[in-house]
Every structure is written in C-alpha cells, then in structure tokens.
C-alpha cells in the first residue's frame, strides 16, 4: 500500500486520509481526530464485571495507538443482563471506582503520545441491555 504525505499516512492507496487527522467534535465533545476505537468486548473483566488491570492496559494501547475517542466493549446495566463471559458491569456504584480508573489511565496518556492528538482522548462507556427469551 502506497503511503506519502508529511506524517507518510495522509494519503494511503491514493487516497486522501487528512480528514481523519483532523480535530472533529461530537455534540460539543471536542475530539483530537476522528479515528475511533470501535466497541469491543474483549473478555477481560473478571468473573464479576469489574474492571481489571487487563481492561485499563488494553485502551491503554489503544490511545498509545492515537486514536481521538475509545467505545469501551458492552457493560451489562443489570445483573442479569449479561451477553458475554468477563463483559464490563455497570449496574451498580460499586463498578464506578474501576471504570473511573479505566478513563483517567487511557485521559493521562495523553502527556506519553504527542504524535496524532493535541486534544487528549475521550471515553465512551457502551452500555448494553441483553434481552432475555
Ligand atoms: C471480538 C469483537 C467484539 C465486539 N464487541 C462489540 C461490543 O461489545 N459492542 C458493539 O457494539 N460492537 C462490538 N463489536 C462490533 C465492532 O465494534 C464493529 O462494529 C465490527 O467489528 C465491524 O467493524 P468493521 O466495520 O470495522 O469491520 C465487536 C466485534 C468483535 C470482532
């Protein structure tokens, strides 16, 4: 894949990708670029939904990476709503110290990735409702 351009990755395959560097905002939140980390369940809560070291060094990468905005993977909003084993809680305070953790983590790397984002990073908490038959 042919790559040019200042940064090499403004234009890939002839196609121009500068947009996609570009500050962007979404109803006021203001955004570094407009890459975004899909949500993605990774498996990587424990037995119980919390959120573990795993989970943090995970969005971790992701920011390292330079992307402007994560979407954590589903959390269940009710204790008999989850969908996948070791998915993120959030039906309760109790998960709220470890989530808290989770952003702060992925907002402080900001200082350690200069390249892509001059605005810091943003965090999305996807929250998931699992019907039930
Ligand atoms: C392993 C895996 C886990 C995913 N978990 C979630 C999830 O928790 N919530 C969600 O909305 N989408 C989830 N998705 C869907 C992705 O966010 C994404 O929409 C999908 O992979 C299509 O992306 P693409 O169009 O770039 O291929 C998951 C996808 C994969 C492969």
Redesign the pocket.
Known sequence: MERSGESGMERIGGTAMKKLFEKSNINGLSLANRFIF????DGNADDNGFCTQRNIDMLVERARGGVGLIIT??AYVQADGRAAPWQLAVHGDEFVPGLTEMTKTVHDTQGTCKEFCVNGFSVFI?Q?FCLRK
């Open positions: 899909s949500a993605t369940w993977g589903m996807e998931a």
